[in-house]
């Protein structure tokens, strides 16, 4: 790995750590690359990075997102739905 990679991934860990999630966007501005670079860096380095959206947290964070189920989804704000529905 390149010096300059190796202090942008230092960098990178030092950002999020501090913010606990950190957009891809402004991780590109605070390291002064692309996004592209800032998502490949990532995508590179599962062992330090996650993706959530379009966010990076440090892997093992704990703050993942629980899977999807629409079985629990449809029981989940059942009167708004309804009223939504209605007024359309």
């Known amino acids: 790995m390149s010096p300059r990679k190796e202090t942008r991934l230092k960098r ?12 891809v966007r402004d991780a590109a501005e605070v390291l002064d690359v692309s996004e592209m670079t800032v998502r490949r860096d990532v995508r590179e380095n599962p062992d330090l990075f996650e993706f959530i959206g379009g966010h990076i947290m ?5 703050m993942q997102r629980a899977p999807y ?6 029981e989940v704000n059942q009167s708004a739905k309804r009223a939504a529905c209605g007024h359309c």
């Open 58 to 62: 440090l892997a093992g964070s704990g």
């Open 12 to 23: 990178l860990t030092m950002a999020v750590a501090e913010s606990r999630t950190l957009h």
């Open 69 to 74: 189920e629409l079985s629990l989804a449809n």
